[in-house]
């Protein structure tokens, strides 16, 4: 009797071993072959109005179920294998080298988690005391805490890594940041942290000279800097360019690829929407665009004042002058560098740019000869960059002489890259990270 209950129970063990090698198949690999259509996870937060907008062509993509990349199914294979690792990844986080927390005090803090790092947070929303949210890059778990909450000496430290994402932009965004970084700069000192990097939104005139004392190489703590706009101080070994991105601040969204964002004829030659300053190149812009009546082809709203809030209505005018137009306008303001660089990629519509100095500290030409705008001309931009506005009539008549099908092609090659650009740099910020971090370490 006792052998027979012995063969029984492991036979059933048997049993439960097949089954579970069976049920591990099919979810990592026996998922359903047809390209999943685009969802609405594309226009998240505070984009309500966009959402309305694109009920249309949600309801077009569910009865097509339309791949928008009309995709082979060898790249679709690859990235149900990269997805499967992924689950796997994260199901064993005892294999990762290294544990970094993102502090994000300035609003690029969601560009770089949300459409870099294309991760979540909870909760979704935007106005919530305290946010987070977990990735695993390479040999990295990155946890990322947002919102008024994280204040300094109010949260728990549980981590030896810190990435702290800063605004430098003015006087009163620096003395904040500040106070930030002497918290931070204790920490490492008292031994409760190990290393420590910052992302900057630094000065539109690249007068960061305040952060420098806080520099390792300086006696202080930050290992690596990632700074916005073309400072003279990158240098790719502690100092690094960061993009940009989209105004998170505003809550732009994180958009997905449609079917009708890359096949409809758009009824627009391009658009600007903006502030036009006195004595600008804006100005020469709105003046050229009169010529030869091509302000009627072009959706243009110009104000005289910046307007740092939008209303739902004027974010709306803007996604859909993005969404309706082939080129989209972006001359330089207090920096070259703008969001609506970005936020067209994030459209398909092609960014046209002045491609200018401006005043100020950035830029250094007898190091960086392709700045303005290094990082992004560094990764074959696919945008068109002009010296002067009074080049834009003959932009816009080449235009005109393009085809769909012509146009088709271009917003796949503008989106492809934006893709591969965000992709690009999120492994090339982890591997910064971690061969500075675990470096050191062994040192």
């Not at 969001?339 to 092609?350: D, L, P």
């Amino acid at each position: 009797m006792r052998l027979t209950r012995k063969r029984l129970c492991s036979f059933l063990i048997a049993l439960y071993c097949l089954f579970s090698l069976y049920a591990a198949y099919h979810v990592f690999f026996g998922r359903r072959r047809r390209a999943p259509a685009a969802s609405p996870r594309g226009l998240r937060k505070g984009a309500a109005p966009a959402l309305e907008r694109r009920g249309r062509e949600q309801s077009a993509l569910e009865s097509e179920e339309w791949n928008p990349w009309e995709g082979d199914e060898k790249n679709e294979q690859q990235h149900r294998f990269k997805t499967s690792l992924q689950i796997v990844n994260k199901s064993t986080k005892g294999k990762t080298e290294l544990s970094v927390q993102i502090w994000g005090k300035a609003a690029i803090g969601l560009y770089l988690w949300e459409h870099i790092f294309e991760g979540v947070l909870d909760p979704t929303d935007v106005t919530a005391q305290w946010r987070e949210g977990n990735s695993i890059v390479g040999r990295t778990q990155f946890s990322f805490i947002t919102g008024p909450a994280v204040v300094p000496g109010y949260f728990s430290i549980d981590v030896n890594n810190v990435v702290l994402i800063l605004n430098g932009r003015e006087k009163t965004k620096v003395f904040y940041a500040t106070q930030w970084l002497l918290y931070a700069q204790n920490l490492v000192q008292t031994q409760k942290l190990q290393h420590l990097a910052v992302v900057l939104l630094g000065n539109e005139h690249c007068n960061n000279e305040w952060i420098s004392q806080f520099l390792k190489r300086n006696g202080g703590s930050v290992e690596l800097l990632f700074i916005i706009y073309d400072s003279p101080w990158i240098n790719e070994v502690d100092v690094f360019q960061w993009p940009l991105g989209v105004a998170t601040y505003r809550n732009f969204p994180v958009v997905e690829a449609s079917w009708s964002m890359l096949h409809d004829e758009r009824p627009y030659l391009c658009n600007f929407l903006g502030t036009v300053y006195e004595n600008s190149s804006r100005q020469a812009l709105m003046e050229i665009l009169k010529q030869d009546g091509n302000d009627k082809l072009c959706w243009v709203t110009a104000r005289e004042q910046w307007q740092p809030q939008e209303t739902n209505e004027s974010f709306k005018n803007y996604q859909d002058a993005l969404l309706q137009s082939d080129l989209t306008l972006c001359p330089a303001g207090v920096n070259t560098e703008s969001y609506r660089i970005y936020e067209a990629c994030s459209y398909g519509s092609i960014p046209v740019v002045e491609d200018v100095m401006t005043p100020g500290g950035c830029g250094n030409t007898s190091v960086h000869h392709s700045a303005p705008l290094q990082l992004l001309k560094s990764m074959g931009a696919p945008f068109i960059f002009i010296k002067n506005w009074k080049e834009l009539p003959a932009v816009l008549e080449q235009e005109k002489t393009i085809i769909l099908r012509e146009k088709i092609q271009r917003r796949k090659m503008l989106l492809r890259w934006y893709q591969h650009f965000k992709t690009e740099l999120k492994m090339r910020f982890t591997d910064i990270i971690e061969s500075t971090f675990l470096m050191n370490n062994k040192g």
